[in-house]
Structures are given as structure tokens and as C-alpha cells.
């Protein structure tokens, strides 16, 4: 499969654990995002990367959320101290920066329960 | 920033007939306007898209429209098939030329055999 990866597919934590996901892009893609998504609503942005470089984060995402994307491949999303409302779908999405090109792939999502 | 709205919230149809869905949005300089299918369990999927300097694309069943003026595009699916059954988003790039994606609340559709 040489679409955007996301593991794990699940994770359930207790609250104030902390928690890691890992995206793969798509092996071209130069641009890698983080959204997420809960019930009944569309995906919200979070973060976004050009290679390596984290250019622009949302006010959604608060102190206990920090982003790598230390070699311009994949990414890391990591929340510490997890609280309830931070259940949801993270969603990694990917896209490739060229002239007129703004598609983004999206992967499978990695969907936290804090219980 | 960006807001983007989609009407109806849910939307049945019979299998054959058409189905639409509009989306509004805020932001004049929006430039770039796609529509994903989720289904139930999966990832949103890209299924067309339109830039803001043309007024229409057409994709097999699927076709987008746009107009600018009154800052609104909509998804039209011909010949509903139950497989079309799915939740469908609209979203549009936000200012900057960021590649910032605001998405709008979905839309279930039901597509009766």
C-alpha cells in the first residue's frame, strides 16, 4: 500500500498518560498534516509540515500537544497528560507542493479513547 | 478565518435519482474547493475538486460547481448507486496559501435501494 499510513489504528489510554502516533506520508509528499476529527464533524486542523520545518499550528492545538517531523519523512504527534476530551480521530494527511497541486491524501487515522 | 457550511445535514435519496449538496463559504480569497467521502470506519477520501478559476468539473457521476460571486459550490452525484451512501465534506483552502484545509460539518447521504 503506498498511501498515507497511520499507527496505532487504536489506542486506548487512562487519563494523564501520555500517547504517541506515527503518520507515513505518501514517499513523495513534501507537505505531512495533522487533524482531527470527532463525531459528527468534519476533520480540524491542527499543524502542518514542509519537510522538516512545522510551519503553522492551530490554537486547537494546546501545550500538551507537540509535532516532529525530524527527517522530512514521517511524523510523530505526541500528547501529554491526556484529559477525555482529547478523545477523537487524529487524522495525518499528505500532499505534494507543486504548481497548482493542493490535493491532500488522508490516512486511516488513529482513533484515541481516554478513559 | 475560513468557515465553511453544508447543507442539508442529511440528505436521502432514492436509488437512480441525483443528489446535491451545497457548501458556503467565508473567505473571498479561497482559491481551491474539495469534496471527500467518509464512509463509516474510514478515511476521508478526495473524490473531486475544483480551483476557483473555472465554474465547473465533471467526474463520470460526480460533478462540482462553483460560483465565486455568491460564495458557494456544490456537489451533484447522478444515478445514485447504494454504494454513494456514505458522509460527504466539503472544504475549502484558506487564506495564505497555506494549504490549510477548513472543513465544513459533512453531509450523511443515504442512497434507498
Known amino acids: 500500500d503506498t498511501g498515507v499510513s497511520q499507527d496505532p489504528r487504536h489506542k486506548i489510554t487512562k487519563r494523564g498518560q501520555n500517547v504517541t502516533f506515527r503518520c507515513d506520508p505518501i514517499?513523495?509528499?513534501?507537505?505531512l498534516y495533522w487533524y482531527r476529527q470527532t463525531l459528527g464533524q468534519g476533520p480540524e486542523f491542527l499543524t502542518y509540515f514542509q519537510n522538516e520545518a512545522q510551519l503553522e499550528k492551530s490554537r486547537l492545538l494546546s501545550d500538551r500537544f507537540s509535532a516532529e517531523r525530524p527527517k522530512g519523512s514521517f511524523s510523530t504527534l505526541e500528547i501529554q497528560r491526556t484529559e477525555q476530551g482529547d478523545s477523537a480521530m487524529y487524522l495525518c494527511?499528505?500532499?505534494?507542493?507543486?504548481?497548482?497541486?493542493?490535493?491532500?491524501?488522508f490516512g486511516p487515522g488513529t482513533r484515541l479513547t481516554v478513559t | 478565518g475560513e468557515n465553511v457550511e453544508q447543507h442539508p445535514s442529511t440528505l436521502s435519496v432514492q436509488e437512480g435519482d441525483s443528489a446535491v449538496i451545497k457548501c458556503t463559504y467565508s473567505d473571498s480569497a479561497s482559491n481551491y474547493f474539495p469534496w471527500y467521502k467518509q464512509e463509516l470506519g474510514k478515511r476521508p477520501q478526495l473524490i473531486i475538486d475544483i480551483r476557483s478559476n473555472v465554474g465547473e468539473k465533471k467526474d463520470q457521476r460526480i460533478a462540482v460547481t462553483l460560483n465565486k460571486t455568491a460564495k458557494h459550490f456544490s456537489l451533484h452525484i447522478t444515478e445514485t448507486q447504494p454504494e454513494d451512501s456514505a458522509v460527504y465534506f466539503c472544504?475549502?483552502?484558506?487564506?495564505?496559501?497555506?494549504?490549510?484545509?477548513?472543513f465544513g460539518k459533512g453531509n450523511q447521504v443515504v442512497v434507498i435501494p
Open positions: 472544504a475549502a483552502l484558506g487564506d495564505g496559501g497555506n494549504n490549510r484545509l477548513a
Open positions: 494527511a499528505s500532499s505534494l507542493v507543486s504548481t497548482g497541486s493542493n490535493e491532500q491524501y
Open positions: 514517499s513523495e509528499h513534501n507537505r
